[in-house]
């Protein structure tokens, strides 16, 4: 087993569980808009399929050297749904920043999530970027993608388990209110994470038609 496994699965079992205690305290918001709510049910839908998918990436690095293919498959699995994160909490920041009555009387996350999400969003970025870099040319560009996928990733694992201590329980109660409605919004936006996760699966096929000459450094299995 790899080290960066073992403590990755601990910081988001730590993070699950901090985050349903309620570690880090939440704001008391006001009842939101229609359009503020149907964002965060569908930010809070696609947050649980990805800490599903983050923990499945856990296991893979447990035992990279026997479960890269796996690795580059929920890697891939994942871009869709992260895509779709991404957009939702976006749009939230953008509206909220522009000051949309409707977000701005909901107000912004507590200031520790606030101040770490630029990191969580740079870290997402280059987590994929330099990993798909590495599956598709291996150190053809140099060593130094490796070193920066490594850095990317544990900056990435800090901010996310950060943002599943803040979020996990608002998002968990923001996912079962949404479970319980039946409207055609409602499928729209279930249709859009079902989407997402469908365009992650067709690249995770499809990568199965490439050969990746990414090597393993020494050591690393």
Do not use: C
Request: charged letters at 10%.
């Amino acid at each position: 087993m790899t080290g960066w496994g073992i403590v990755f699965s601990f910081l988001l079992l730590v993070g699950v569980v901090g985050g349903a205690a309620g570690v880090v305290p939440r704001r008391h918001l006001p009842e939101a808009a229609p359009g503020v709510i149907a964002n965060e049910r569908i930010s809070a839908l696609t947050g649980g399929l990805l800490l599903i998918l983050s923990a499945a990436i856990g296991v893979t690095i447990l035992r990279i050297g026997d479960l890269l293919p796996e690795h580059y498959l929920v890697g891939f699995l994942m871009v869709g749904p992260m895509a779709l994160k991404l957009t939702s909490t976006g749009y939230r920041f953008a509206r909220y920043y522009t000051h949309n009555p409707a977000y701005r009387t909901a107000g912004p996350p507590v200031a520790v999530l606030r101040w770490s999400a630029p990191f969580l969003v740079a870290a997402t970025v280059a987590l994929f970027a330099t990993g798909i870099e590495l599956w598709l040319f291996s150190y053809r560009f140099g060593t130094w993608w490796f070193q920066a996928h490594v850095v990317s990733f544990l900056v990435w694992t800090a901010a996310l388990v950060i943002h599943v201590l803040g979020h996990a329980r608002r998002s968990a109660e923001a996912a079962m209110d949404e479970i319980g409605v039946w409207s055609a919004r409602a499928f729209t936006r279930r249709g859009l994470v079902v989407g997402s996760l469908v365009l992650g699966a067709v690249l995770a096929v499809v990568s199965l038609l490439y050969a990746s000459p990414f090597p393993l450094p020494s050591g690393m299995g």
